[in-house]
């Protein structure tokens, strides 16, 4: 796989919370001279973006970012504005604790109905795979399937730890086959992009990509 096509599954990511419009700028700016996938961005810059870039790129951005434990109508409004502001992809976070509570059902229908809110825009379901049983990781692929979220995403890049090669072939076992894997967090080499991407990776959220392939080291996520 050449530069080009690895870079064409970046979300190209910047979500520091004291992230400036200067460097959102440069995210933007590489993500266009790169041709990534997107450009993952806070919430508070996706209208500026597009008023300034407009359809030189794709705006993802996050809701329930990064703890999940906001309740449904919040991520709801969240996403309405989002996508009227001129964001194409929403990466949403799942309550984890209705998960050890045991309530898949209740995880599920929160993911169906964000994503008749997305309607025709990508949603991306970040399962936050840190905190979670070998069982419950299973039980969440099982949910985003049924709930018919376009993606499964393994991190925040904000928890305990980030995506392993381990949890994306566990996906890849577990998810409906309409169903495609995001991997994000602690992606720091090219060497990674290339093995997460060979073991059924479709995206992968990083902040490291474009500077890997000018020969700086990862910065993480």
Same mark, same amino acid.
């Given at each position: 796989?050449?530069?080009?096509?690895?870079?064409?599954?970046?979300?190209? /990511?910047?979500?520091?919370?004291?992230?400036?419009?200067?460097?959102?700028?440069?995210?933007?700016?590489?993500?266009?001279?790169?041709?990534?996938?997107?450009?993952?961005?806070?919430?508070?810059?996706?209208?500026?973006?597009?008023?300034?870039?407009?359809?030189?790129?794709?705006?993802?951005?996050?809701?329930?970012?990064?703890?999940?434990?906001?309740?449904?109508?919040?991520?709801?409004?969240?996403?309405?504005?989002?996508?009227?502001?001129?964001?194409?992809?929403?990466?949403?976070?799942?309550?984890?604790?209705?998960?050890?509570?045991?309530?898949?059902?209740?995880?599920?229908?929160?993911?169906?109905?964000?994503?008749?809110?997305?309607?025709?825009?990508?949603?991306?379901?970040?399962?936050?795979?840190?905190?979670?049983?070998?069982?419950?990781?299973?039980?969440?692929?099982?949910?985003? /399937?049924?709930?018919?979220?376009?993606?499964?995403?393994?991190?925040?890049?904000?928890?305990?730890?980030?995506? /392993?090669?381990?949890?994306?072939?566990?996906?890849?076992?577990?998810?409906?086959?309409?169903?495609?894997?995001?991997?994000?967090?602690?992606?720091?080499?090219?060497?990674?992009?290339?093995?997460?991407?060979?073991?059924?990776?479709?995206?992968?959220?990083?902040?490291?990509?474009?500077?890997?392939?000018?020969?700086?080291?990862?910065?993480?996520?």
């Amino acid at each position: 796989m050449n530069q080009k096509e690895i870079l064409s599954h970046i979300d190209h /990511t910047l979500l520091k919370p004291f992230a400036t419009w200067e460097e959102i700028k440069i995210l933007c700016e590489e993500a266009i001279a790169n041709q990534t996938a997107s450009v993952c961005v806070p919430p508070s810059y996706i209208k500026r973006i597009h008023d300034t870039y407009g359809d030189k790129l794709t705006i993802c951005t996050v809701v329930g970012f990064p703890l999940g434990y906001s309740v449904t109508e919040a991520k709801v409004k969240e996403i309405e504005k989002a996508l009227n502001s001129g964001c194409k992809e929403i990466d949403m976070v799942i309550n984890i604790g209705d998960v050890k509570n045991g309530d898949f059902n209740k995880v599920e229908e929160e993911i169906r109905t964000l994503k008749n809110a997305c309607g025709s825009h990508v949603l991306k379901v970040i399962i936050e795979t840190c905190y979670l049983t070998q069982e419950e990781k299973v039980a969440l692929c099982k949910a985003v /399937t049924l709930a018919g979220a376009d993606y499964i995403k393994t991190s925040t890049g904000f928890g305990t730890g980030g995506a /392993t090669l381990e949890d994306v072939k566990l996906m890849k076992e577990n998810v409906g086959s309409q169903v495609k894997i995001k991997a994000a967090g602690g992606v720091k080499t090219i060497e990674d992009l290339e093995a997460f991407l060979s073991a059924g990776a479709s995206r992968i959220g990083t902040s490291s990509a474009v500077n890997l392939f000018k020969g700086e080291a990862g910065k993480g996520y």
